[in-house]
């Protein structure tokens, strides 16, 4: 049987096997973390975009999570609160194909409408 590690020598191992996984994909955390500064800046720039595209990602989210929660509960029928989780799985799968179909409801109509945004100014007719 192996010897049991003691706290400090296993601390150290995570460390040195974590400080190794840093240096050896330094590279693709770099990329990443130019991406998400990209990204960033693109829905900074296009607001009502990166808020569309944001809804449809949320949509498909909650279709795959509902379909997923449909298939786990097949054969399930004992589980505690069994009709409540199917309604709720069927609701995901509901929402988020409105999501996808109009995405324009999730991010709300107050968004859509540039005229009402509060910093224009109202010119009387």
């Known amino acids: 049987m192996a010897k049991p590690l003691s706290l400090d020598a296993a601390s150290s191992a995570m460390r040195e096997a974590l400080q190794e996984t840093v240096r050896r994909n330094s590279l693709l955390f770099l990329v990443q973390a130019a991406l998400?500064?990209?990204?960033?800046?693109?829905?900074?720039?296009?607001?009502?975009?990166?808020?569309?595209?944001?809804a449809v990602?949320?949509?498909?989210?909650?279709?795959?999570?509902?379909i997923v929660q449909v298939i786990s509960l097949?054969?399930?029928t004992k589980v505690p609160h069994f009709w409540l989780q199917l309604v709720s799985a069927v609701l995901s799968v509901i929402i988020g194909?409105?999501?996808?179909?109009?995405?324009?409801?999730?991010?709300?109509?107050?968004c859509l409408d540039a005229d009402d945004s509060p910093n224009t100014e109202r010119r009387p007719p």
């Open 36 to 54: 998400m500064v990209v990204a960033g800046l693109v829905a900074f720039v296009y607001p009502l975009l990166s808020s569309v595209a944001l």
């Open 57 to 66: 990602f949320l949509g498909w989210m909650l279709i795959f999570a509902g």
């Open 74 to 76: 097949i054969g399930a």
């Open 97 to 110: 194909f409105l999501f996808v179909r109009n995405p324009g409801v999730a991010v709300g109509p107050g």
